[in-house]
């Protein structure tokens, strides 16, 4: 397969970041969009070079001309969207967080190995290069002590909700928070690295509408400690950090795996920062994007059904994890109902 035909599922600024990242690997074409609205789904899609486009997501997923289709839609619509594409033998790659919580996420684990269809979690960070040089230089560090994330942005929404008007970051029935919009962020390179942790104890601020606006998180492991920390009503520049006892790795700002480097403890700064092979894009870090839809793309052509980096067996232990998250903060939502 040298071309992979995208369809994509949503029009919002994630899939045209989606699309833009796309766009600069050889053999990604935009073949379709899906959208409530025929009318909202072709001004979509001509504006990025699509031929076809479906308010019948159904009819979408049964058309021979797609390979793939790549789900942003709301949170709480990833597990049965998923389900119908691969039920009609299209491979799929999912917007983070995966699924509400980690019972859909094994349905849709389920769907995929029964289709024998590729099933990937978009979660770009730990698709990137700079990621893969922190892993490639833990073996500095001396025995691990502390990973601590730090993911704390002030969201323009925010404004909006202190003002009265609730919009989709905010709402529990659509499975939004800050857990899951941006805590996932902290809690996926920590599987990654570590596994699953042993425990876990978990705080958060809750707003009116019932979502968490903040919260916190410290995980024990055998040797070592995680502590994470996530806002979407408060703002952070604090680095993250992975603490061993000869030294430390910081990660400038792990929304995108940015700069990163390993601080000796007896003296000396080393950049591990990789050189891309993409340019940065000013608005919006679009190269850690690239690195996700590369991955799958990359598993697709080789004919895997999994991703060897974003694996599904990492995808549920985070899911696991949000479920204890939210069970200690009292977070429930409507489609854990269903």
Known sequence: ?????????????????????????DGFEIKAVYSRSIEKAEEFGKK????????????MSKCDEIDAIYIASPNFMHKEQAILCMNNGKNVLCEKPFATNKRDAEEMVKCARENKVLLMEEMRLTCTPNFQSVKNNLCKLG????YSANYCQYSSRYDKFKEGIVLNAFKRELSNGALMDIGVYCIHPMVNLFGRPNSLKANAVKL??????????????DDMLADIRYSKITHSNIPTEIQ???????????STFGDVRVEYRKGGVEDITAELEVEKDEKFEVDSIYFAVKEFMKSLRGGKKESDINTLENTLIVMEIM???RRQIDLVYPADEN
Do not use: C, N, P, Q
């Not at 019932?210 to 916190?216: K, M, P, Q």
């Not at 430390?248 to 792990?254: A, G, N």
């Open 208 to 221: 009116s509408t019932g979502v968490d606006g903040e919260g916190s998180i410290i995980l024990e492991y």
């Open 244 to 254: 061993g006892e000869d030294g430390s790795i910081v990660v400038d700002k792990i």
């Open 1 to 25: 397969m040298t071309t992979v035909r995208f369809g994509v599922v949503g029009t919002s600024a994630i899939t045209e970041w989606f699309i833009k990242a796309g766009k600069k690997l």
């Open 48 to 59: 990025h070079g699509a031929k076809l486009f479906f308010d019948d997501l159904d009819a």
């Open 323 to 325: 479920d204890e998250v």
């Open 143 to 146: 025995t691990i002590r502390r």
